[in-house]
C-alpha cells in the first residue's frame, strides 16, 4: 500500500493536489484527523475490493489533533506502508492575494482577531514540524495552477523506486525556486535578450538554443555542469533520495536558463535516467 498525505499552508494549493490524485486513481480523503490515519488505513487495506493507493489531505483544520501529526506518519511507516509528505507551501504576499481574490477565511483568522497576516504568521510557525519531515516540498508562488498539476503528476507518475530528476529554468528577477536541490547561475553567459531579433523567442527556439551555445565558455560550463549532476545522481540513490531538482536561473528565465535545461534534461534522458524539464518563467 502506497499513501501520499497532502498538507501544508491553507491557500497553498493542497485542494487542486487532491484532484491531481484523484486523476491518478488514488483514494483521496480531505481534512483527514491525523491520529485516524492508521485506523483508516488498515480498513481500506481488508476492503473489497482492495485499492493500494491512498491520499489524505491533512493540516491546521485539524486543530489541537493535528499535534498528532508526526506520531501518525510515524505509525504508518513502522507498520511497512510507504508513506509520502508532500508539503504545499506558498509566499505570504501570495497567500494574502489568494485570499483577497477568493474572499475566503482564513482556518485561523479568529484566532487572529481578524488579522489574515497574523493567521498566516501562526499557521506557519504550527506547520513548522510538519515541513520537517515532509518528503517533498512544493512552493506554488510562482507557477501556475496548470504548471503546479503537472509538476505534481510528474512527480507520482513516474515508476516506483526511481529516482525522478526534474530541471527547471527560472529568472532571478522572480526568485529562486525553493524546492531545488541544486541551483546553477548561468547569467554569465551572452545574454539573448540584446538581440533584437531573438528577445521575443525563448531557448526552446532553436536560433536562441543555438546562440547560447556558441558563447565563449558555454559548451565547457554545460560540460562541467553535466559531469557533475550525473556524478551526484547516484550519491543520492545510494542515500535513498528519489527525487532531485536541478535548477538553471538567468535573469528573466527565458533564453540562457531554458537552453541549459533543455538540453540537460534531453541529456539525461538519453543516459536512461527518468528526467522531466519545466520552464517556470519561460511564458512570463
Given amino acids: 500500500m502506497k499513501i501520499v498525505i497532502v498538507t501544508g499552508m491553507s491557500g497553498a494549493g493542497k485542494s487542486t493536489a487532491l484532484n491531481v490524485f484523484e486523476d491518478l486513481d488514488y ?7 491525523p491520529e485516524l490515519l492508521s485506523s483508516f488505513a488498515e480498513l481500506i487495506r481488508n476492503s473489497v475490493p482492495k485499492t493500494d493507493r491512498l491520499c489524505f489531505a491533512v493540516d491546521i483544520r485539524s486543530g489541537e489533533l493535528f499535534s498528532k501529526f508526526r506520531e501518525s506518519v510515524q505509525a504508518l511507516r513502522d507498520s511497512g506502508i510507504e508513506v509520502s509528505v508532500v508539503f504545499v507551501d506558498c509566499d505570504d504576499s501570495v497567500l494574502i492575494n489568494r485570499y483577497k481574490e477568493t474572499r475566503r477565511r482564513h482556518p ?13 504568521e501562526m499557521e ?20 501556475t495552477t496548470s504548471a503546479f498539476r503537472k509538476r505534481l503528476r510528474s512527480l507520482f507518475e513516474g515508476g516506483r523506486g526511481e529516482m525522478i530528476i526534474n530541471v527547471v529554468s527560472f529568472g532571478f528577477m522572480f526568485g529562486v525556486p525553493k524546492d531545488a536541490d541544486l541551483v546553477f547561475d548561468v547569467r554569465c553567459l551572452k545574454n539573448p535578450f540584446y538581440v533584437p531579433e531573438l528577445r521575443s523567442k525563448t531557448g526552446l527556439d532553436d536560433e536562441v538554443f543555438n546562440y547560447v551555445f556558441a558563447a565563449d565558455n558555454a559548451e565547457t560550463m554545460y560540460r562541467k555542469i553535466k559531469d557533475l549532476v550525473s556524478f551526484l545522481v547516484p550519491l543520492y ?3 535513498g533520495k528519489t527525487r532531485l531538482v536541478v535548477a538553471f536561473g538567468c535573469t528573466g528565465g527565458k533564453h540562457r536558463s531554458v537552453s541549459f535545461a533543455r538540453r540537460l534534461c ?13 520552464h517556470r518563467c519561460a511564458e512570463r
Fill in 27 to 33: 483514494y483521496c480523503i480531505d481534512n483527514m484527523p
Fill in 124 to 143: 506557519r510557525e504550527q506547520m513548522s514540524f510538519a515541513r520537517e519531515i515532509a518528503d517533498i516540498y512544493l512552493d506554488s508562488s510562482q507557477i
Fill in 108 to 120: 485561523l483568522e479568529d484566532e487572529a482577531s481578524g488579522n489574515l497576516l497574523r493567521a498566516i
Fill in 237 to 239: 540513490v545510494t542515500e
Fill in 266 to 278: 534531453d541529456d539525461l534522458t538519453s543516459d536512461g535516467l527518468d528526467a522531466r524539464v519545466e
